[in-house]
C-alpha cells in the first residue's frame, strides 16, 4: 500500500504542481554506497523501485556520481533516481486549505476532538472548544494521536513515536550539494537514514536521526548530539566543518513497528472501523506520507465512495 501511494502521490504532485502552481523540483536522488558490502545492495534496490513503477533508475560509478554531485566525495556506486523532487511545503498546504475551502470543506485548526458519538444516525465529534461537528463519515488522520482517537470509538492500534532531528550545514557550504544524497543502510534501520537534501529553499538539510522515544511528549526526547550529524556531512563533503554545521528541527514519526521488531517500516494502515461504524482510521502515516499525501486522499475519497453505493 505504501509503495503503491508513495509512486501514485508522486506522479500526482508533479501534476498538481503546475495545475495549482506550487514550487516542486526534480532534483534526483542519489542512493550512495560507501564500500563493496553497500554497493551489492543497490540493484536490490533498484528492482524493488522499478516494481513500483519508477522509471530512469540507474546504476553509477564513482566517476557517474561525480557528474550529478561533483563535490560527494568517497563514494563508489550509486543508485541514482532522477525523480526524486523538493518542493515548498508552505506553498502546497496553502494551496491544499484554499482548494479543501473552495470544495466546501469547513476548517476547524487548533482545535482538539475530544470525544467521538457513534450513536446518532450521523456520528458526531466533539471539540475542545465545546463546539460539535457532524458528518457522514469521520476520518481518522490523528498522527501520532491517530490510536487515542481510534480509542474513543474502542479501537486499539499500537504506535511507536519515533524522534527524526535535523541539523544544516551553513552557506556556502550547502551549495555542495545539487539534490539529495541517502546513505545505504542496514536491514532493520528504523529510517531511510541521516542523508543530505538540499531543501527548495536552497538549505542545506541533514538528517533525519531515527530514534524510538519513551512517550509522545516530545520534550523528554533526548537529542542526538551536533557532532553525530558532523560526521554523516562529512561522510560524503569531508570539507565541511563542524562550525559549519548547525542544529535544526525535529520531529515525530508514528511507525507501527516498534523497536526490537527487526523491521524498518510498517504499511499504511487505512482501513473502515473494525466495529462497523462510520469512522475510517489512518494509522502508521510515516513517511512517505507526505509525498503520497493527494494520493492517500484519493483512496479515502474512493473507499467512501464505494460504503455510499452499499448503502444506496
Ligand atoms: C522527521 C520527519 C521527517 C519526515 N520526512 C518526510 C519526507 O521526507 N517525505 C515524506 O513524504 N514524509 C516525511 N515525513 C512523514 C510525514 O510528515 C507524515 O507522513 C505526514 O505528516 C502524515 O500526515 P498525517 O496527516 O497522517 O499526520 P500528521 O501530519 O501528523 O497530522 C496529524 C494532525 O492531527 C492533529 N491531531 C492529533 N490529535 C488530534 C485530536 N485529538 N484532535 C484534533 N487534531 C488532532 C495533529 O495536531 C496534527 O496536526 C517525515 C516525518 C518526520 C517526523
Known amino acids: 500500500m505504501k509503495a503503491f501511494l508513495n509512486f501514485a502521490g508522486i506522479k500526482l504532485l508533479y501534476e498538481k504542481s503546475d495545475e495549482w502552481k506550487f514550487g516542486l523540483r526534480r532534483v534526483g536522488t542519489l542512493v550512495a554506497a560507501k564500500n563493496e558490502r553497500q554497493a551489492q545492495k ?8 522499478e516494481l513500483n513503477g519508477l522509471k530512469g533508475l540507474e546504476i553509477l560509478d564513482a566517476k557517474g556520481v561525480k557528474v550529478i554531485e561533483p563535490a560527494v566525495e568517497g563514494v563508489q556506486a ?40 457513534v450513536s446518532e444516525e450521523f456520528p458526531s465529534v466533539s471539540l475542545s472548544t465545546g463546539e460539535r461537528l457532524k458528518s457522514r463519515y469521520i476520518v481518522n488522520s490523528a498522527g501520532l494521536h ?37 546513505p545505504v543502510v ?15 529553499d536552497g538549505q542545506l538539510q541533514v538528517g533525519p536521526t531515527s530514534v ?8 523528554k526526547w533526548r537529542r542526538t548530539p551536533l557532532n553525530a550529524f558532523v560526521e554523516a556531512v562529512r561522510t560524503f563533503l569531508p570539507e565541511v566543518d563542524s562550525d559549519d554545521v548547525h542544529e535544526g528541527w525535529h520531529g515525530v514519526r508514528v511507525k507501527t513497528v516498534g523497536p526490537g521488531s527487526g523491521r524498518s517500516f510498517g504499511d499504511f494502515v487505512m482501513e473502515w472501523d473494525t466495529h462497523g461504524f462510520p469512522v475510517i482510521h ?21 473507499m467512501i465512495r464505494k460504503k455510499d453505493d452499499e448503502n444506496r
Open 42 to 49: 543497490l540493484g536490490f534496490l533498484k528492482r524493488a523501485g
Open 282 to 302: 489512518l494509522v502508521g502515516i510515516e513517511s512517505p506520507g507526505f509525498t503520497s499525501s493527494l494520493a492517500i486522499g484519493s483512496y479515502v475519497a474512493s
Open 146 to 182: 491517530s490510536d487515542d482517537v481510534a480509542a474513543m470509538v474502542g479501537s486499539i492500534y499500537t504506535v511507536y513515536p519515533c524522534v527524526g532531528e535535523y541539523a544544516y550545514v551553513t552557506d556556502p557550504q550547502s551549495s555542495l550539494v545539487r539534490g539529495m544524497i541517502y
Open 186 to 200: 542496514d536491514e532493520g534501520y528504523p529510517g531511510l537514514g541521516v542523508h543530505l537534501t538540499r531543501t527548495f
Open 78 to 117: 550509486a543508485l541514482y533516481s532522477p525523480e526524486g523532487g523538493v518542493i515548498d511545503i508552505m506553498e502546497y498546504i496553502a494551496r491544499l486549505k484554499a482548494h479543501a475551502s473552495m470544495e466546501g470543506a469547513v476548517l476547524a485548526a487548533g482545535r482538539e476532538v475530544t470525544s467521538i458519538s
Open 212 to 219: 524510538y522515544g519513551e512517550g509522545k511528549d516530545q520534550v
